[in-house]
């Protein structure tokens, strides 16, 4: 089936098959987040997303293979709600941005700065950092050597505009500018985004809104 990466609260994953990854969305209340397992196809090891709620929806998902390691993209409670259950169910490493990691309660295994790799299995992720909707918040690249690149953006970049910064105009122009120098500009408009909340977009479909963004100031 064709991956069209819109999923609901209680509905089933979405699976995006690449040619070295697997990448599974779902969403989990009660703020319809969108979590994200990757699978290295070569070796079967998988990585999580955001273990943002509802742990039985996500070890139904990983399954009885487990899960290696789990990325927080960023210290909001809602992206690490079920993170305790899933590291005492599974024993994963635990990541996160350096400069979020003290807002999340459970321990982080490795802090992530920006261009670090993450890896799951045979596949690479590089981080970024965005400053804005928190100091810490990271995305991850996956530039798949067999087509387009694949970043998961958390809550820094969606359909329509970048995260919430709270009315604090410095907040807004540091994500912008983070967004635009670190995701705009380095990745083609053929790069596929997946966000911590709703649909899935892509930098050519949000291009074109930049000035906009940039005018309304959020």
Excluded at 28 to 40: E, F, T
Excluded at 65 to 92: F, K, N, P, R
Excluded at 94 to 99: F, K, P
Excluded at 162 to 189: C, M, W, Y
Aim: include cysteine; charge should be negative.
């Amino acid at each position: 089936m064709t991956y069209s990466g819109v999923v609901k609260v209680g509905g089933p994953a979405d699976v995006h098959e690449l040619t070295d990854l697997m990448i599974s969305k779902v969403a989990v209340g009660p703020m319809h987040n969108n979590a994200y397992l990757l699978r290295c196809r070569a070796t079967d090891e998988q990585l999580l997303i955001d273990a943002a709620s509802e742990p039985r929806t996500l070890l139904n998902l990983i399954g009885e293979s487990g899960v290696a390691s789990v990325v927080t993209t960023h210290q909001h409670a809602d992206h690490w709600g079920a993170l305790a259950e899933i590291v005492d169910a599974t024993g994963a490493r635990t990541y996160a941005g350096r400069l979020d990691a003290e807002g999340i309660p459970v321990p982080t295994d490795v802090l992530v700065d920006d261009g670090d790799t993450i890896t799951v299995g045979r596949v690479e992720l590089t981080a970024r950092h965005l400053v804005g909707h928190t100091p810490g918040s990271i995305a991850l690249v996956y530039d798949d050597p067999h087509g387009h690149p694949h970043v998961f953006t958390g809550d820094c970049l969606f359909p329509g505009g970048v995260g919430n910064t709270h009315d604090d105009p410095e907040a807004f122009a540091r994500l912008i500018d983070d967004v635009e120098t670190k995701l705009f500009a380095q990745l083609p408009d053929e790069t596929w985004v997946y966000p911590g909340h709703g649909n899935d977009t892509s930098l050519g479909a949000e291009r074109p809104q930049l000035p906009e963004w940039r005018r309304r100031g959020w």
